[in-house]
């Protein structure tokens, strides 16, 4: 396959700008796409699909089932990799979750038959939860205020930096070897979230606590700052996935798809300190 026009979806994301990085490192032809992209894609609007899919040797799939609101990821990937099997393209990576069984009521891997079924070569990126919450992400703001208050209990998660999933994601849209594959992608060891603070407090110079919360309490505090029940239940029984231990044990994917150990924990907080993300 040739390495060129490759479509990133969700380039601004944490993912999708890493991916689009990695291949022009890489000397590949990028495509980057979005709803603020000079390539429009937006998913709530499929007459951009086809204009940002044709030409595309391959494509990077980032869905968006973890944001509020209905949407059928299974129905809205299906038609995605079909369109995209119509338009030429030859291989498709789809990035998914670390998950287990229902999270706020949804299979956050019910995207994944549609791109298996597609007729494209496909690989799949399962994901633990990303280091880049605690700087760029949904738990910024907290460590910012000087506390993580989350119903995560005492579980372990083998947080995973997003710059090796997106290394991971490149490989598999430019090499050979990689079709048919699913790959759970994580950190080589699992942090408790008052592991990961101290981490933090230790890079940042400042403390940074971290409180374990009851799920129901947690719910009713996303909604008391205005998020909708549905959405405080998603992220809840995302966070529960911590607690629980759903999904804890390190996975060597990383090292074995890219030769080289996963990055840590330690040397991303010891960064993102130095690159100010937690400066008050
Ligand atoms: N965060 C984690 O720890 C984690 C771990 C495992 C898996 N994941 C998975 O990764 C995916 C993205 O999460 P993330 O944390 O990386 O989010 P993110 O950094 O906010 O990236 C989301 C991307 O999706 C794009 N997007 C949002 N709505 C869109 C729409 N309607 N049409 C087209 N593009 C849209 C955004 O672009 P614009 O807003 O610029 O349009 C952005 O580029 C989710 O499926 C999540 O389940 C995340």
């Not at 799949?124 to 280091?131: G, S």
């Not at 490149?170 to 981490?199: C, F, K, M, N």
């Not at 940074?208 to 947690?218: F, G, R």
Request: glycine fraction near 10%; aromatic fraction near 8%.
């Amino acid at each position: 396959m040739s390495a060129s026009d490759i479509l990133v979806i969700g380039s601004t994301g944490k993912t999708g700008r890493r991916v689009v990085q990695a291949l022009r490192e890489r000397g590949a032809s990028v495509r980057p796409a979005g709803r603020s992209a000079d390539v429009r894609f937006d998913w709530d609007d499929d007459h951009t699909w086809e204009p940002a899919l044709t030409g595309a040797r391959a494509a990077y799939i980032v869905d968006r089932q973890d944001q509020p609101g209905e949407w059928d990821a299974e129905a809205q990937i299906r038609a995605l990799a079909k369109r995209a099997v119509d338009c030429g393209v030859e291989r498709l990576v789809l990035l998914q979750a670390r998950t287990t069984g229902l999270v706020g009521g949804k299979n956050l891997s019910a995207g994944e038959r549609g791109v298996r079924e597609s007729g494209a070569q496909w690989t799949v990126l399962r994901p633990n939860w990303f280091f880049q919450n605690f700087d760029e992400g949904v738990l910024l703001d907290a460590v910012r205020a000087g506390e993580l208050r989350l119903p995560a209990g005492d579980g372990r998660e083998p947080f995973v930096d997003a710059g090796d999933v997106a290394e991971v994601a490149a490989a598999a849209l430019l090499e050979d070897g990689h079709d048919g594959q699913v790959y759970e992608l994580s950190g080589a060891r699992a942090l408790t979230l008052a592991e990961a603070a101290e981490e933090i407090s230790r890079a940042a110079g400042r403390t940074v606590v971290y409180t374990p919360v009851a799920h129901e309490d947690y719910v009713a505090e996303l909604v008391s700052y205005d998020v909708s029940a549905d959405y405080a239940r998603f992220v809840a029984d995302l966070v529960g996935q911590i607690r629980d231990g759903l999904n804890s044990e390190p996975t060597d994917t990383v090292e074995r798809v890219l030769g080289r150990p996963a990055r840590d924990f330690t040397e991303f907080a010891r960064q993102a300190a130095a690159a100010g993300a937690w400066a008050v």
